[in-house]
C-alpha cells in the first residue's frame, strides 16, 4: 500500500513520510532489502529537503534491520550516493541528516579504510565518531594506529570515546597501555572512564 502511494504522490512531505515508513517495514529477505533500496535510492537526489530527508531515514532504518547486512543487500550504488552526498563540497544536508547518512554506511559495512580516513576529518563529531567505528573491521594496524591516534586528540568527546574503545580491541595488545593512561586524564569524565576501563586489559604491562 506505501508503495503503491509513493508511486502516485506529488507532495513532497507526504512522500518524505512514505519513504521513512518504507524504510521501517519489515523486510525479511535480502531481496526484498534490495527493492526497498532501489526504490528509495531515487529520492536521495531529490529537490525537496523533506522528501531527500525521508529517503535519508528510510535507509537509516532499513540499514538497522539483520537482513540488510546479508553480502549484497543493499546495492553499492546506493551505498555510493550515501557516501557521495556525505562528502560533496556543496553538501547542504543538516547534522542529523549526516549522522544518519554515517550510521547506514557504517552499519551496512560501505565504509572502507579510506572512506574512514576521509569521515573522520569531517566537520560534523558524530560523522567521525562512526568512522572510528568502522575501523574496527579494518585489518591494516598501521593505518588503525595513523587514525586512531587523531580520534584519541579529537575536539569532540565522543570522538575520543570511540577511540578509546577501538584502540583497546584492535592495539592494546601489541601498542602497550600508554595512550590509554593518558586518555584516563581526558577532561571528558566519560572518556576517562572508558580509559580506566580499559586498562583492566593492561595486566602485564607496566
Known sequence: ALVARLAVE???DARGALLEAVGRLPQGSADRVRETAL????????????????????????????????P???????TDRLYAMLTAQSSDLAPTDRFNVAFALNGLAALSDARSAELIADRDPYVRDRAVVSLARSTDTARIRELVTRALADPAPVV?????????????????CGPLVERTRDASETVALAAADALSGCRGDA
Open 160 to 176: 575520543r570515546f570511540r577511540a578509546v574503545n577501538v584502540y583497546a580491541q584492535k592495539l592494546r595488545a601489541t601498542l602497550g
Open 39 to 70: 526504490l528509495i535510492e531515487p529520492s536521495l537526489q531529490a529537490s525537496s529537503v523533506s522528501e531527500r530527508r525521508g529517503a535519508i531515514r528510510g535507509i537509516f532504518f532499513l540499514a538497522r534491520k539483520r537482513e540488510s547486512r546479508l
Open 72 to 78: 549484497g543487500a543493499i546495492p553499492a550504488a546506493v
Open 10 to 12: 506529488r507532495d513532497a
